[in-house]
């Protein structure tokens, strides 16, 4: 479906769950434990309904994200049944992959093949330190675990902070020289208290880009495979097996060309990262609107959607979302 400014609205990122089993230090989740209830946060049949209500609208492309996914029990039962959900071409998972050793084998068996991993550093106190208590080696393990199931793409998100991570840049290029993975830097965001008061830590994509380009020939990928495709600027590593890409969200906003809505845990339907305007679907579901209606307020959330957020380089220690981005769902 169009929205207001002709974009093609066709991708929702679905958090499950704003519990999560590591403390970012840019995201920050209360000790790891959720601060809703059970009955707060949306049921696997509700998140079901929805996705299959924006299937018929002309969504295409899911991601699943938290939190962290994989510690809401029957996730991979869930997956499965999202994945027989006629007309939706593609999903995917966003995880910290801790526990993808345990469940790689059986979410690819369910039919996601395409992952995210987040790792912020490939230093074992510096991930130790920035996740707020987190064992490296388990993502590690997780990672062969995904290689080893078959997944294709593995993308490794890696939020740059200055002064902490920015050093490993070149380290993490030479990752994708060795594996065949996509490694996506992402400039740090202004979201909630967590690291608005933080503006020294932001590096800017083009920053992170010419370090690299001293080092190592990048040859641009241009153009979309898929119509639902992200923002990322993506670049081969010559004499490489992967590739790199940006998310400036930040420096050079994308928001001319976002695709994108984000359903919460509890059932807010947010119609852009940034800003504060959500839809309540949990309401409507819990006392059992029509599929009319259902559809409705998808419809009118897409119209609400604005033609672009007020950060930038020079105003991101300004303004702030309220929600922590564990809560939004990344």
Request: aromatic letters at 6%.
């Amino acid at each position: 479906m169009l929205d207001k400014y002709d974009r093609d609205i066709n991708y929702l990122r679905v958090s499950i769950t704003d519990r999560c089993n590591l403390r970012c230090t840019y995201c920050r989740p209360k000790e790891g434990f959720s601060l809703k209830g059970h009955d707060d946060i949306l049921r696997y049949e509700e998140i079901l309904r929805v996705v299959s209500q924006a299937v018929k609208m002309g969504f295409i492309k899911v991601r699943l994200t938290g939190g962290e996914p994989l510690v809401r029990r029957g996730f991979v039962e869930f997956a499965a049944a999202m994945k027989k959900i006629q007309g939706l071409q593609d999903i995917s998972l966003t995880t910290n992959g801790i526990l993808l050793d345990k469940y790689a084998q059986g979410i690819f068996n369910a039919g996601i093949s395409r992952i995210n991993i987040s790792l912020d550093s490939l230093d074992e106190q510096k991930y130790f330190q920035v996740t707020g208590g987190g064992n490296i080696h388990d993502v590690f393990r997780g990672i062969a675990a995904a290689e080893k199931a078959g997944f294709d793409p593995i993308k490794i998100n890696t939020v740059v902070l200055k002064g902490f991570n920015d050093d490993e840049v070149l380290k993490f290029v030479e990752l994708a020289m060795n594996k065949p993975f996509q490694i996506r830097f992402i400039e740090i965001m202004p979201i909630s208290e967590v690291n608005i008061s933080q503006p020294q830590s932001f590096l800017a994509a083009d920053q992170m880009l010419n370090i690299i380009g001293k080092h190592f020939e990048l040859e641009p990928i241009n153009g979309k495979k898929h119509k639902s495709d992200g923002p990322a600027k993506i670049f081969k590593v010559k004499g490489g097996r992967g590739e790199i890409g940006f998310i400036n969200s930040v420096s050079n906003h994308f928001c001319a060309t976002c695709n994108r809505m984000r359903l919460t845990a509890d059932g807010k339907l947010r119609v852009c990262l940034l800003k504060e305007e959500e839809l309540d679907l949990k309401e409507a579901l819990r006392r059992h609107c029509s599929d009319d209606e259902l559809v409705g307020l998808i419809r009118r959330a897409i119209l609400l959607k604005p033609a672009k957020h007020d950060i930038d380089c020079t105003d991101r220690h300004l303004k702030k979302c309220l929600r922590d981005m564990s809560d939004i769902g990344g």
